[in-house]
């Protein structure tokens, strides 16, 4: 398995990024998708889920209506629309698949977002 994001950078309070995640090593098309971030200091947090099909997602209160979770399963990859972008969205976010038969989570290298004026 192996999750590549990219995408992240420096942006404005207000401003917007897309990060996208290639996945490889499994069947990208039937398993669900998350995106995750870790501030400095901070544990990992969950942001958003997409299913198979990108027929259902879910947000963190947090990037409810600023951020969206989108998949093209033709190019095995997962974005993230992110706008209205606040300092406090500051972080390094991960792409994660869990694997429910071995009950083990794998992880990308993180994408560093920085919002700061």
């Given amino acids: 398995v192996q999750l590549v994001e990219s995408g992240g950078g420096l942006v404005q309070p207000g401003g917007s990024l ?3 995640c290639l996945a490889s090593g ?5 398993n669900d998708m ?3 971030r870790q501030g400095s200091g901070k544990g990992r947090d969950w942001v958003a889920v997409i299913t198979p ?5 879910d947000y ?5 209506g600023r951020f969206t ?3 093209d399963n033709a190019k095995n990859t997962v974005y993230l629309q992110m706008n209205s972008l606040t300092p406090e ?4 976010y991960y792409c994660n698949y869990f694997d429910w038969r071995s009950r083990r989570d794998y992880w990308g290298q993180g994408t560093q977002v920085t919002v700061s004026s």
């Fill in 89 to 92: 969205d500051t972080g390094v």
């Fill in 26 to 30: 499994f069947a990208f098309a039937r």
């Fill in 34 to 36: 998350r995106w995750y």
């Fill in 69 to 71: 979770i989108s998949r």
């Fill in 18 to 20: 897309r990060l996208s």
């Fill in 60 to 64: 963190a209160g947090s990037v409810k």
């Fill in 53 to 57: 099909a990108g027929g259902a997602t």
